[in-house]
């Protein structure tokens, strides 16, 4: 008699486990490919500046210079056009970055508001990117800025902003 439940539990529990596998499986075959930075054909021309100079300095390779990434929005039936302005491509250990560098009538803020509105765009835009560096010459430092998954609990609520 103990046999026929040991039966039933594993036969219960490989129904589950067939029926888990087919839809992890079945997400993971329609979940879409995030746009990557290997594919995206990259500026060979690279303009020496003393961005690269501090990159390198950080163990950072330079492999893409400055791009243009343009872009078009339809508003009331009306099309207008725009650009963003990517200065470079690095890459450490096999994981690759954008790159803006700082500019002095453009300061950046240093809060959750201030990086999502001066960044976001470009971490959505590629999010097969690690992160993006800001290189900021008058401080001679990088920034490493990256978009984090949510958590709940790290989220206060009080700050609407």
Known sequence: MDGQYDTIVIGVFAICLIVWLFYGLRNWINR???VSLTGIQLNVVIQDSPVIDLLEAQGYEVIGG???VPLAF???ESVFHSRLFIDYVAQQDGYRYLV??????????????????????YL????????????DLEDSSVKLIRLMDYEEDAYDGEDLD
Do not use: I, W
């Open 32 to 34: 879409p490919q995030p």
């Open 66 to 68: 400055k791009m243009k």
């Open 74 to 76: 339809e508003a009331n």
């Open 100 to 121: 803006k560098t700082s500019r002095r009538r453009q300061p950046v803020e240093f809060t959750g508001s201030g990086l999502r509105d001066r960044f976001l765009h």
């Open 124 to 135: 959505l835009l590629y999010p097969g990117c690690e992160g993006l560096l800001y290189v």
